[in-house]
């Protein structure tokens, strides 16, 4: 018996889709390798977005791009015959296409391409901190309290927020340790986006920031900005660190600490060991600063004798640093005990930090 079934057609193949993504805190041109091959074998590249950073690179490297915004259906039809398509979204992403193929996927009713998505760059490490570096400048800007803010004006919440980072280390909270950290963080940007506006017209800041009209145009003296910062404090960690950085050897933490100290002596330039102390901090951190740079720098001098609270005070801290302990963190942690007993005296719940 003869057949006369018709055979049957091999499926037409569907394609690919391949949504090649970037990150704007990479420069623009650098691309993975596979990114590179992707978009010189595609049949089609496709970008809504003719302000793209990425197309005038593109462009050098010989790549045709199409502006243009298909909808899923459109694009799945470009695919037809087995032909690849590749597609730049947009910074934020492309919600209404990347829905759009989600949608005709689930349906069942239409042969999808093979979707794909490639990441053209990655994140460094670190690369958050552009993120806040550009929102800081426009918040500068645009906010009428930032853009008033000073120096001086501020300072009151550096401390601030080194005590609650302080805090938060002592509770043990990781959560709030990140979040103080943060605030930290943000009151480094904060100056050093001040600081790009330099002091207008050599002369000092005013100390009431709600004079302050914040219109720094950049060309103040002494401007510098977070880079410069940055920079300072990269140089000063790779000189510091001979043992890392070049062929000092250091085998104990105690290397480490007379590397520091010779070095920090170098730079500075200091007559006495006691220049550079901030006499502004805590007393007991004060007197103990005092006693630790005395010992190391090997200075014959007794602490000073005298009736009261302060001599006391002064002897006790001494003897703690002398001892490794810091005594700021010692008499918080014994003042902190003291609250939760006094709170239990009187019948009250533990404190929340």
Known sequence: MTDHSQPTAAPE???????????????????????????????????????????PYLREAGVEVE???????????????GRTVVVLPAGEGDRRLTDGLAGLAGSGRVSMPDLELLPGSYD?????LLDLVQVMDRVRRECPWTSRQTHRGLAKYAIEEAYELVEAIEDGDREELREE???VLLQVVFHAR?????VPGGEGENENEDEDDGDGDGEGLGAFSIDDVAGALVQKLIHRHPHVFGDAEAETPEDVHAHWQRTKAVEKRRESVTDGIPVGQ????????????????????????????GYELLRLAARAEAEGVDPETALRAAARVYRDAIRAAEGVGAATE
Do not use: F, M, N
Request: proline share 9%.
């Open 13 to 55: 193949p569907t394609g690919r889709i391949i949504l090649l993504t970037t990150s704007h805190r990479v420069a623009p041109g650098v691309l993975s390798w596979p990114a590179w091959q992707t978009l010189h074998a595609a049949d089609r590249v496709l970008c809504a977005d003719p302000g793209h950073p990425q197309l």
């Open 67 to 81: 502006y243009t915004a298909p909808d899923a259906h459109e694009l799945v039809e470009a695919c037809a015959g």
């Open 124 to 128: 460094l490490p670190g690369a958050r």
């Open 181 to 183: 950290l943060g605030d």
């Open 194 to 198: 001040i600081a790009e506006e330099g």
């Open 282 to 309: 805590p007393g007991l951190a004060l007197a103990a600063k005092l006693a630790g740079r005395v010992r190391t720098g090997g200075v014959a001098v007794e602490l000073p004798r005298g009736d009261g609270i």
